[in-house]
């Protein structure tokens, strides 16, 4: 390569790279391909330089020299840092080197790449980048020499490089007195090394500072030297140039000789071969043909034995899908029995649980109690889980488009879960955007269902910590809101392998608090009810640092919100002595029991009807401010008994007393001229709200 004989260079590069590749030496096949490199860009096939040059890197990393590859990310940046588009990738390769020299401890092998980059930005014209990388060069230079006992490898032509370009720094800066000794310095190396090359960039940055100075006679004496120089390079180049020409031809000569050898071979294998691919084509034909005939009828046999199959298949799947329907009606009837039977009873538990909680004779069983109530409570709630996403497999779930307080809704919410806060000694921190508008249009129950999964879920995975419910405006236009909601908690966290699975059916993570497992249905509830408001549940959590649950629902705005004379809080209402009588329609003698006990705790005066003709004679004969009515009783069900009522009271309210979910049975209910419903079990502060609204309605009624 130094005489400039690239053919015998390139055959030499050859047999180095596949000697190696036989021996599996990635050092040499490294070596051999950045040879190729250097070939081919003293060529100026910079495209085939660079190619070769991405070999050797890739088996400099296989041989894993470091030497070997901080020459290799050298070669690449020396390739790109040429050409304006690729600059900063090239640059990025310098800073490979740099990286590896200063990991491995070589001191000497930082001076190329920081050399260069400054070099790269000098001829940029970016001088305040290139300065740092050309003091540094310096400055290490400076320090290996000062340790070295001898002097080091290139000294001299590194030293005459970095001087130079120190020299145009400075000329840059017009520091000519410093720039001058620079370049004088650097022109002392050359001179002595005969570096044709360097000596003759040094004379002509030399010059060019000097004519900047203004001392043009010396100026011009710095070109005669540079174009001194240059000629010799000239020289050199143009024999280079006449060997790299020459190496061209041959290697192109080379190339077509060898094509047409191998043409010539070709043509007289194609030759011999025809009479025997003409023997050989005959022979394949005809067994061909054959096996295409064989084939084409065991296909049309298969056909008409596979049409006659799919005959019977399609009647047997069209019999199962009747079936399977069948089925599917039978399991969601089953469900909605299942939910009236047991939910039945469990509104005794419940209210009895209630009722008893707030009799002060038993406060030493107050704690008994509350685990009675918390454990009905939790089975209120599988209950209603499973009969939820029975629901939506059956796309039954519709939303609702109602008016609700956001703040009301939450504030119940953090209510409802006190008793599980202080069992699992939490604490529960609500923060509600005051921006939020005070009144909202869209599904309340549902928003409660998310929000109760949600906070179930972190109080359930959470002891001693805090838990979090954000809600937050998130944006407003054209009369809706977009609210952010966050439910959050510094728990023990889902680990990255679970994110996923918990939100499939019956799924659950393994967690210390064995009071509360769970079904698995809360967040696949969640994940289906978010895409009914066409929203998602996203989820950000570490194991170890708790988690935390987000998602985003737009609601229309209730700008019509005013407070009427209907809406009159309880103490206005029942100020007064007058005492209120309530008719309660029950088949059921315990939650006759109940319901009466928790109405005349409030001071209410109650009579009972156990089934819906006593209910009928007795509103006839009595003035009732109120009638809670059964829904399903034996003989006269509580809507026909409604129906009848209506007939000749139309204003007495009465309220639905249902176990059956309230989407099922709604549109009955306002048929039968019922005024509201009441869901069982219900929440005794909840129920008293109901009836307080109702009977306050119905007084301001009869005041107009």
């Not at 508008?437 to 409660?448: H, K, M, N, Q, W």
């Not at 869901?679 to 009869?702: G, M």
Request: charged share 30%.
């Amino acid at each position: 390569m130094d005489k400039y004989h690239y053919e015998q260079a390139i055959e030499q590069a050859h047999r180095l790279l596949d000697n190696a590749k036989v021996n599996d030496d990635y050092y040499f096949v490294s070596k051999a391909y950045n040879s190729l490199g250097h070939v081919y860009l003293d060529q100026k096939d910079s495209a085939r330089a660079r190619i070769n040059y991405t070999f050797g890197l890739e088996y400099a990393q296989l041989s894993k020299n470091d030497t070997l590859l901080m020459h290799s990310y050298n070669n690449l940046g020396n390739i790109y840092s040429e050409i304006p588009a690729t600059v900063e990738k090239g640059i990025a390769y310098y800073n490979k080197v740099i990286s590896i020299a200063n990991r491995i401890g070589a001191p000497f092998e930082l001076v190329a790449p920081k050399l260069n980059i400054g070099w790269t930005y000098l001829d940029r014209k970016d001088y305040e980048r290139a300065y740092p990388y050309l003091k540094e060069s310096l400055e290490i230079m400076d320090s290996l020499s000062e340790a070295s006992a001898e002097p080091l490898k290139d000294s001299d032509y590194f030293y005459s490089l970095i001087y130079m370009m120190h020299g145009r720094y400075h000329s840059y800066e017009r520091n000519y007195d410093i720039a001058e000794d620079y370049f004088k310095n650097s022109i002392r190396l050359v001179e002595e090394d005969s570096l044709y090359l360097n000596a003759a960039e040094s004379y002509d940055e030399y010059s060019k500072m000097l004519a900047r100075k203004g001392d043009f006679e010396a100026a011009y004496k710095a070109k005669e030297k540079f174009v001194d120089y240059n000629s010799r390079v000239f020289e050199g180049e143009k024999l280079k140039q006449t060997e790299i020409a020459n190496a061209r031809y041959k290697l192109n000569q080379y190339k077509k000789d060898l094509l047409i050898a191998e043409r010539e071979q070709k043509y007289q294998h194609d030759i011999i071969q025809k009479s025997k691919e003409k023997v050989v084509v005959m022979i394949f034909s005809s067994v061909g043909m054959i096996f295409i005939l064989v084939f084409l009828y065991k296909v049309n046999r298969d056909r008409q034995n596979l049409i006659e199959k799919l005959k019977v298949k399609n009647v047997q799947f069209r019999d199962a899908k009747v079936e399977a329907e069948r089925l599917s009606l039978l399991k969601t009837r089953f469900f909605s029995t299942v939910s009236h039977e047991i939910r039945t009873p469990l509104y005794g538990v419940i209210g009895l649980t209630s009722l008893l909680l707030e009799d002060k004779s038993l406060d030493k069983h107050k704690g008994d109690l509350k685990s009675l109530k918390f454990s009905a409570d939790y089975l209120l709630a599988l209950i209603n889980d499973v009969l939820q996403m029975n629901k939506m497999e059956s796309n039954e779930v519709k939303l609702e488009n109602v008016s609700f307080s956001l703040t009301d809704l939450m504030n119940s919410i953090v209510n409802s879960f006190e008793f599980t806060r202080v069992q699992n000694m939490n604490k529960i921190h609500l923060n509600i955007d005051e921006k939020i508008p005070p009144y909202l249009i869209g599904d309340p129950v549902r928003l409660s269902q998310i929000l109760m999964n949600l906070v179930g879920n972190a109080m359930k995975f959470t002891e001693r910590g805090n838990i979090h419910i954000i809600a937050q405006q998130a944006g407003s236009l054209d009369g809706k809101s977009k609210i952010y909601f966050e439910i959050k908690d510094d728990g023990p966290g889902i680990p990255e392998s679970k994110k996923k699975v918990i939100f499939e059916e019956f799924s659950q993570l393994e967690n210390s608090n064995y009071n509360y497992q769970g079904t698995g249905l809360g967040l696949p509830i969640v994940k289906r009810l978010l895409k009914l408001f066409n929203s998602k549940i996203n989820l950000e959590s570490k194991e170890g640092e708790g988690s935390s649950f987000n998602f985003t629902i737009t609601f229309d705005i209730d700008d019509s919100f005013k407070e009427s004379p209907l809406m009159i809080e309880e103490s206005q209402v029942f100020d007064d002595s007058e005492k209120r009588k309530i008719l309660i329609v029950d088949d059921n003698r315990i939650n006759q029991v109940v319901t009466k006990r928790i109405l005349e705790k409030k001071d209410f005066e109650c009579e009972v009807a156990g089934d819906g003709h006593q209910a009928i004679e007795m509103v006839k004969k009595e003035d009732y401010d109120l009638i809670l009515m059964d829904v399903n009783m034996p003989g006269i069900s509580g809507l026909e008994a409604s129906k009848e009522i209506r007939k000749f009271n139309k204003n007495i309210p009465i309220l639905a007393l249902t176990a059956v979910e309230v989407e099922e049975i709604r549109e009955e209910i306002q048929t039968a001229g019922m005024s509201g419903i009441i869901i069982k079990p219900y929440d005794v502060q909840q129920f008293y709200q109901i009836v307080y609204k109702h009977l306050s309605i119905n007084k301001v009624s009869e005041e107009i």
